[in-house]
């Protein structure tokens, strides 16, 4: 493919594809970015116009249907008010599929059978192979990797009493004193010792 080809915009496709345009839409391995500025004042002038020409079509149909004479005047209203209609219409179009677009891939990003190991919690990359050892990564590389998400280590009140039973009774002893001293005559059952 040339690539000094003439560019094909698709319009229906530029909010769903994040504004890429290419030679050919047979072609996605060649396509350059669209800045966002001028997409947005594509789409608007297109929905614009849309919506300008479908108003001053139905206010042609009236004038006809009455018999109302078809001056360039009666129709700036209708081309103005249908014009600004059509665009915020378009826009709250473009922004609302850009948006589910977004959340399909974030929904998709997890919806999928996850391998794990049921001894040490590594997850298997999708395809890899179970046998070989570099095909299971640690479930908090897995989702970050998946999802971007950052995690942080803590101990949940279970584990911190089986791991450190001296030093859980201190912690809790002391925030049993702290919030006793701020909540005088309410009992909290938080990190009190599993039975």
């Given at each position: 493919m040339n690539r000094s080809a003439i560019y094909e915009i698709d319009f229906g496709s530029l909010c769903s594809q994040g504004g890429q345009v290419g030679p050919h839409r047979e072609d996605p391995g060649w396509q350059m970015a669209i800045p966002r500025a001028v997409r947005v004042a594509i789409n608007l002038g297109a929905f614009f116009l849309c919506g300008a020409v479908l108003l001053c079509l139905l206010?042609?149909?009236?004038?006809?249907?009455?018999?109302?004479?078809?001056?360039?005047?009666?129709?700036?209203?209708?081309?103005?008010?249908?014009?600004?209609?059509?665009?915020?219409?378009?826009?709250?179009?473009?922004?609302?599929?850009?948006?589910?677009?977004?959340?399909?891939?974030?929904?998709?990003?997890?919806?999928?059978?996850?391998?794990?190991?049921?001894?040490?919690?590594?997850?298997r990359k999708p395809g890899a192979e179970p046998i070989l050892q570099d095909s299971w990564l640690p479930m908090e590389t897995y989702l970050s990797e998946r999802t971007g998400c950052s995690f942080s280590h803590s101990l949940c009140p279970d584990c911190?009493?089986?791991?450190?039973?001296?030093?859980?009774?201190?912690?809790?002893?002391?925030?049993?004193?702290?919030?006793?001293?701020?909540?005088?005559?309410?009992?909290?059952e938080d990190g009190k010792r599993p039975s």
């Open positions: 206010s042609t149909l009236q004038k006809l249907a009455i018999g109302a004479p078809l001056v360039i005047e009666g129709y700036i209203v209708p081309f103005v008010f249908g014009g600004l209609s059509g665009a915020c219409i378009g826009h709250y179009i473009v922004r609302l599929s850009g948006l589910n677009a977004e959340l399909r891939k974030r929904v998709n990003i997890l919806e999928t059978f996850i391998p794990l190991c049921s001894g040490c919690g590594k997850v911190l009493w089986r791991l450190y039973p001296k030093e859980a009774a201190a912690i809790f002893e002391t925030m049993a004193r702290m919030r006793g001293a701020g909540n005088e005559g309410t009992e909290q």
